[in-house]
């Protein structure tokens, strides 16, 4: 198994909470995580129909079996038993009784929400960090191949082309769990919808023009759009709140959650078909954003990253805050540092007040440099930008 970083917060909350509840993406690795953390608690996975039929025709007989605890996998599928869970929680509420997992983030937060608010903790868990895999000697040695190769734990565990294994990931499981939750009566028409996202990756999005280009309707596009979103698939950069004194855009961007899987939709197979394709700067950006979110995940923490954009093309790819400070990150998808790239950091600079320390520019290069107070770090150490 390849250990990550989550396990120290895992390890952490289990402590602390009767139910743990980790979300993310299918095969981002959270069965192997929880199995691997609590590798004696009984493991039932209401994916399988014996299982799901008990729990939905005896939900307190099948947890009265297991007083002492119990691991329930993909548990959105039988959403009745959080209310029994509740009950066994009062009765009983050590730590770490229950680990809950969900690839449907939505059906299974509100699930927890409505009924075990207080008594329940949340790790969401995305693929595999660029840290995670160097640990292990697995990571791709090219930026450009990393991003191409994605980072689902199954392309680093098993024989399998990266190709091969996204073509029947986008239907084996985006297309059945979209299916699941909303009635697509026409597929064809929802590939059509995913490709078009990922040709927008990494801009602003314009939901009007999104639905017109694939020929449906707007309320069609934000209801699958928030599919995506809820499903781990895309993420929706919002822009941050402050506008020193500048008109700003209220539009988020739109990034995938894995850049493996957004080339495989853009039809980009290579390294170097990807370093010669026009939306390289935004897959890798796209990229940058994902390890940020996983490194904050990881430690159990909330995403709360925006971008700064006005209304003349002033920007800022990433801005979190930390304290009173604001952070600001750009990205570069150069393999050379020059100091041109950073003059958005320097107008930052005197918009938000900042100082130099607090900012940083990440670039597909293989050395840690600084210019003029300004950390410039390589795409192996993205992660490090917010710490």
């Keep these: 198994m390849i250990h990550r970083h989550a396990e120290t917060t895992l390890n952490r909350l289990q402590k602390g909470f009767p139910v743990i509840c980790i979300t993310g993406p299918r095969q981002s690795g959270k069965t192997t995580l929880v199995r691997a953390c609590f590798p004696h608690k009984p493991y039932l996975s209401l994916e399988d129909p014996d299982i799901a039929r008990l729990a939905r025709e005896d939900p307190r007989g099948l947890l009265e079996t297991y007083r002492e605890g119990l691991i329930l996998d993909e548990a959105q599928g039988v959403p009745t038993i959080f209310n029994y869970l509740k009950t066994a929680v009062d009765i009983d509420p050590r730590p770490g009784k229950y680990i809950v997992t969900g690839s449907q983030q939505f059906s299974l937060i509100e699930g927890v929400t409505e009924s075990l608010a207080g008594r329940s903790a949340f790790i969401h868990l995305l693929p595999f960090s660029v840290s995670e895999l160097e640990a292990v000697e697995k990571l791709p040695p090219d930026p450009f191949e990393a991003i191409i190769r994605g980072f689902y734990p199954p392309l680093y565990v098993r024989e399998v082309s990266t190709y ?57 596009a934000r209801s699958w759009l928030s599919l995506l979103e809820t499903s781990g698939i895309v993420y929706l950069l919002r822009p941050y709140h402050e506008n020193f004194g500048k008109r700003l855009v209220k539009s988020p961007k739109l990034y995938f959650i894995d850049s493996g899987l957004a080339a495989r939709l853009l039809g980009i197979r290579t390294s170097e078909e990807l370093f010669l394709h026009p939306n390289r700067g935004n897959l890798f950006e796209s990229f940058v954003v994902a390890e940020i979110l996983k490194a904050r995940y990881s430690n159990g923490f909330a995403a709360d990253i925006y971008f700064w954009r006005d209304n003349v093309g002033n920007e800022i790819d990433i801005i979190f805050e930390e304290g009173q400070k604001r952070k600001a990150i750009e990205v570069k998808s150069v393999k050379t540092f020059s100091p041109e790239q950073v003059a958005g950091l320097e107008a930052w600079l005197r918009y938000a007040g900042s100082s130099s320390e607090d900012c940083c520019l990440i670039y597909a290069g293989e050395f840690p440099l600084q210019w003029k107070g300004i950390r410039i770090l390589p795409w192996k150490q993205a992660e490090k930008s917010i710490v």
Excluded: P
């Design 164 to 220: 091969d294994w996204y073509t029947n990931y986008i239907t084996s499981y985006v297309e059945r769990d979209i299916r699941s939750i909303v009635n697509v009566k026409d597929l064809g028409q929802f590939q059509i919808f995913v490709k078009m996202c990922a040709s927008r990756v990494g801009q602003l999005l314009n939901l009007n023009a999104l639905a017109l280009d694939c020929g449906i309707s707007h309320n069609t």
